[in-house]
């Protein structure tokens, strides 16, 4: 069945880098996007962007062009998820989720979730 | 960008109620809308998709319902797993948008 098995939890110190991994079983990785949300504490759910894992091509949320890149590693059909400069709001739970493939069936949007990695940002 | 109103963003409901969240768009989506349940420490859940369709698995007592800058999510008969917070997600164009979440809570 599908699955996205995310990287765990991790502790950054302000400035640092942050790559969240999302590893894809049971199906083809290169045939569906995958996008990232962010969820803060107490906050609502929050779109960061998606990637063609095929074309490798990215879409990112405004809020975090220039400072995320989400990139990917066919062979181990991994997705990842890199945010610098990170500061304390930035404080949250990262999601991967699988989106549509190039045929855009109905239903086929973010339906499969990571479990989700918790990052902390403190000093 | 295409901003998403949900309301309520709280509510407190009994076992056995009838609920309904609303959700607004600031330009029309056609049908391109998903409503979520989330709770603490899971993925969020997708109930409906396509703005009515019920996803697979998926209780009879959810619903949903609207187009175009319009949506209603029902819980018929709301049931003690129901209690969570819900939220509405526009994929009609980038960036994908969520309303602000309804948290459903017990009265």
């Known amino acids: 069945q599908v699955q996205l098995v995310q990287s765990g939890a991790e502790v950054k110190k302000p400035g640092a880098s942050l790559r969240v991994s999302c590893k894809a079983l049971?199906?083809?990785?290169?045939?569906?996007?995958i996008h990232w949300v962010r969820q803060a504490p107490g906050q609502g759910l929050e779109w960061m962007g998606c990637?063609?894992?095929?074309?490798?091509?990215?879409t990112y949320a405004e809020k975090f062009q220039g400072r995320v890149i989400m990139s990917r590693d066919t062979s181990t059909k991994s997705a990842y998820m890199e945010l610098n400069s990170l500061r304390s709001d930035d404080t949250a739970v990262y999601f991967c989720?699988?989106?549509?493939?190039?045929?855009?069936?109905?239903?086929?949007?973010?339906?499969?979730w990571g479990q989700g990695a918790l990052v902390i940002v403190s000093s | 960008d295409i901003q998403m109103t949900q309301s309520p963003s709280s509510l407190s409901a009994s076992v056995g109620d009838r609920v309904t969240i609303t959700c607004r768009a600031s330009?029309?989506?056609?049908?391109?809308l998903g409503w979520y349940q989330e709770t603490p420490g899971k993925a969020p859940k997708r109930l409906i998709y396509?703005?009515?369709t019920l996803q697979h698995g998926v209780p009879s007592r959810f619903s949903g319902s609207g187009s175009g800058t319009e949506f209603t999510l029902t819980i018929t008969s709301l049931q003690a797993e129901d209690f969570a917070t819900y939220y509405c997600?526009?994929?009609?164009?980038?960036?994908?948008?969520f309303g602000q979440g309804t948290k459903v809570e017990i009265k």
């Open positions: 989720a699988r989106g549509f493939s190039r045929y855009r069936l109905p239903g086929e949007d973010l339906l499969y």
């Open positions: 049971g199906y083809t990785f290169t045939s569906y996007d």
């Open positions: 990637m063609n894992p095929n074309s490798g091509n990215s």
């Open positions: 330009q029309g989506v056609g049908n391109d």
């Open positions: 396509a703005a009515t």
């Open positions: 997600l526009q994929h009609h164009s980038y960036p994908l948008t």
